[in-house]
């Protein structure tokens, strides 16, 4: 399955002021990406540039500038393929490979319980905390594509054995939501928070999703 330009016609939907550089780095960007990661393919079976145009759309539905959407559409190049850093400093830029970086970084993180400074939940967020903005360096938009990645993993976390998707689901709700909360970027928080609760509590969350289901079609009916 090959994925083609007009995949990406929604980042340009999302950014209709993107100036004619911008839209050209956002393509260069997101042709590197594909032709990097052209054999790989995810649990869905997808080809895996879908997950970096999505993490990609994430950011441009957030109004973000073409340089993070490029960096987030390159953002697994380094770890999972033969792209070398310094290629992406010099194909794109200095800044691009910098985000680029600081992502890969993130991604080595250990976020397990056994292998964070303290058992507490808030311990763990704290200490990821403290090592996102030591792998940032002065660039906020690493923290930012990290939560944009998270969030789309989460969103396709069906495809993963139950196992991990409880272990992601715990890391979400300790670690990404709270943080996504403290960086008052709601809509990511809540996200996060949901879709971590439907595999953690899949009855409890099942409940819950049929009472607001009952509630809107009272709602619906009220307001007619």
């Known amino acids: 399955m090959q994925v ?13 002021g993107l100036s004619r550089n911008d839209q050209a780095l956002i393509e260069r960007a997101f ?25 990609a759309q994430i950011l441009a539905d957030m ?17 999972d393929t033969g792209v070398k850093l310094e290629d992406i400093a010099s194909e794109f830029s200095p800044k691009i490979a910098e985000l680029v970086d600081g992502v890969t970084k993130l991604r080595q993180f250990p976020t397990g319980v056994e292998s964070m400074h303290g058992g507490k939940a808030g311990d763990r ?3 990821f905390l403290r090592k996102m ?3 940032m360096g002065s660039d906020f938009r690493v923290i930012l594509i990290k939560l944009a990645d998270r969030l789309h993993n989460m969103r396709t976390l069906g495809h993963m054995p139950p196992h991990k ?15 996504a909360n403290r960086l008052g970027i709601w809509q990511i928080k809540w996200e996060l928070e949901d879709l971590a ?11 819950i999703a ?15």
Request: proline share 4%; with cysteine; glycine share 2%.
């Open 4 to 16: 083609t330009a007009v995949d990406i016609a929604g980042i340009f939907e999302a950014l209709p």
């Open 165 to 179: 998707q409880i272990e992601k689901s715990q890391e979400t709700l300790e670690i990404f939501a709270p943080i």
């Open 125 to 127: 967020e704290m200490e």
């Open 31 to 55: 042709h590197r990406a594909e032709e990097a990661h052209r054999s790989q393919v995810r649990k869905s079976g997808e080809p895996y540039i879908m997950h970096c145009v999505a993490v």
């Open 210 to 224: 049929g009472q607001i289901d009952e509630r809107r079609s009272d709602r619906e009916a009220y307001m007619k």
């Open 63 to 79: 109004k973000l500038d073409a340089t993070t959407i490029a960096a987030a559409l390159l953002h697994d190049v380094v770890e």
């Open 133 to 135: 903005f030591l792998a």
């Open 197 to 207: 609760f439907r595999y953690l509590d899949p009855q409890k969350f099942r409940e």
